[in-house]
């Protein structure tokens, strides 16, 4: 499914063609990748970054569009080839296991600070290199950008988000009922196929 075809879809299924209603139909769209985004626990595009650590920095920055952290790793060793996992922890607890972040020791601990930040803890002492895998929102869709995640696995759950966005603009519908619960099941089974997958991932690291 494309945006243009997605656009078309909730033109027919409002079965409103007035200019007003027709200009906010991108709205009601990107609204909707919004709520599925926030309700979904994994919208289903993993990804992973490299980089470095800097002696003597606490701080790093999220990547764009990041949701949730799944995994944090960093090589030490002769040619880092030693991989050493960090472990998630609560901003409060880094904070206090390591107080004073101008003094360096071998990390161990992430943790999120804010929303657009990791705060590693200890202060990292070199520039080990790291990988961070994580889950990654969507880029929205738009003319320019015809599909995403989102068109191509969910459209239908993407079609009535935006149809239920679009209600409190359309007023009543008889048929706002069936789009809530068509709505509701689909974002259900996306979170399902969620848990197996989280499953299947500590199963693999367990068998590990």
Not at 59 to 83: D, E, H, M
Not at 109 to 134: C, K, R
Not at 143 to 160: A, G, K, R
Not at 176 to 184: D, M, R
Request: hydrophobic share 30%; proline share 6%; net charge neutral.
């Amino acid at each position: 499914m494309t945006y243009d075809g997605l656009v078309e879809q909730i033109k027919a299924y409002l079965n409103r063609n007035d200019a007003s209603t027709v200009d906010r139909i991108p709205q009601f769209l990107a609204n909707g990748e919004q709520k599925i985004c926030r309700e979904s626990k994994n919208i289903g595009f993993t990804k992973y970054i490299v980089g470095n650590f800097l002696n003597g920095q606490a701080v790093y920055q999220k990547p764009a569009r990041w949701k949730r952290t799944l995994t944090f790793n960093y090589g030490t060793g002769q040619n880092n080839n030693i991989r050493n996992q960090l472990s998630l922890r609560t901003y409060e607890y880094a904070r206090i296991y390591w107080p004073d972040s101008s003094v360096v020791d071998f990390p161990k601990y992430y943790s999120d600070y804010g929303f657009d930040n990791w705060l590693i803890s200890p202060t990292p002492n070199a520039g080990y290199p790291f990988e961070v895998g994580y889950l990654e929102l969507p880029e929205p869709l738009s003319v320019n950008n015809q599909q995403n995640w989102l068109s191509l696995y969910t459209p239908d759950i993407l079609l009535y988000a935006s149809l239920l966005q679009a209600m409190p603009y359309v007023k009543t519908d008889e048929r706002l009922p069936v789009w809530e619960k068509a709505y509701q099941d689909g974002i259900n089974s996306l979170n399902a196929e969620d848990d197996q997958r989280i499953l299947d991932r500590g199963s693999n690291r367990r068998a590990d």
